[in-house]
């Protein structure tokens, strides 16, 4: 049982079952991650507002920028409840953050077991999620450098193969196409020596035109996919490990709330045994 006395009198009508430390330390909580939420919602309308990523909407099943967002509108309301409820001391407010949380932890695991699950059709629906940022690779900058990036740091190139850059329609490979770039790769698909100061950005030239061992002595082969699964196996522990992470917070925040919503409960019941007894000489 959490109480403690506040005044010089020392007397029971001061006596308080609500904990000051679990209270602010709830508030404080609350109040780093909806500054996060304010950041990330910035974040998300600037990129909106400046960009205009009509050409991502296109290319990625969900703009990142809305989802930004909205995860971000979402945390926000979230630790709103949990400010303003824990410094005001309000149980219906504690209790929608609570609630909240709880709804969100069952989500996440459900996602982790779904996704473990049907490992299948996740693989398939990333392959898809790839294949659509191929095709537009050149309409939005950003979404290029993305996908440029991820070639050279997990050292891959296509979604499958290489060959899946022929589904763009400037590295298509077909003797109709006028693209300079016809049948080739993205120089972020080669493979580039460490001495090499200077990147040579027409290294993926004709690539597709090659057979598959010749051209792996210049490019990445492997699609993305293959080395993204690989990487997610020999780093489950890491993996699991930011899960783990991402779930503490939750977990802290619903027990803390609990402790709280407890102690509140508590000293209504002692204010209203006092309010009841106030009359008696005796009490």
Request: net charge negative; hydrophobic share 45%; charged share 15%.
């Amino acid at each position: 049982m959490a109480g403690n006395r506040n005044g010089a009198t020392g007397s029971d009508k001061d006596f308080t079952f609500v904990n000051s430390f679990v209270k602010y330390l709830l508030f404080f909580f609350n109040l780093i991650f909806w500054v996060i939420s304010l950041v990330m919602v910035a974040v998300g309308i600037y990129a909106r507002t400046v960009k205009h990523a009509e050409a991502t909407l296109t290319s990625l099943s969900l703009d990142p920028a809305v989802m930004l967002i909205v995860v971000g509108v979402l945390i926000f309301l979230v630790t709103f409840c949990g400010c303003v409820g824990s410094l005001r001391e309000n149980i219906c407010l504690l209790q929608i953050f609570c609630i909240s949380l709880v709804v969100i932890f069952i989500i996440q695991l459900a996602a982790g077991v779904l996704s473990f699950i049907f490992s299948n059709k996740a693989r398939q629906k990333v392959t898809e999620v790839i294949n659509d940022a191929i095709v537009h690779y050149r309409d939005d900058a950003d979404l290029q450098n993305l996908i440029d990036f991820g070639q050279e740091e997990f050292g891959c190139c296509g979604a499958a193969t290489y060959l899946d850059w022929s589904n763009n329609i400037y590295f298509h490979c077909n003797q109709t196409n006028p693209s300079r770039e016809r049948c080739s790769v993205p120089f972020s698909c080669c493979i580039l020596s460490r001495n090499e100061s200077v990147v040579n950005t027409m290294c993926g030239q004709g690539m597709q035109e090659r057979e598959f061992a010749e051209a792996g002595k210049e490019i990445h082969t492997s699609g993305c996919i293959d080395i993204l699964d690989d990487f997610i196996h020999s780093n489950m522990i890491v993996l699991g490990g930011i899960a783990l992470g991402l779930a503490v917070p939750e977990l802290v925040g619903m027990i803390l709330s609990q402790l709280l919503m407890n102690q509140i409960k508590k000293q209504i019941e002692l204010q209203q045994y006092n309010l009841n007894h106030s009359s008696d000489p005796w009490s």
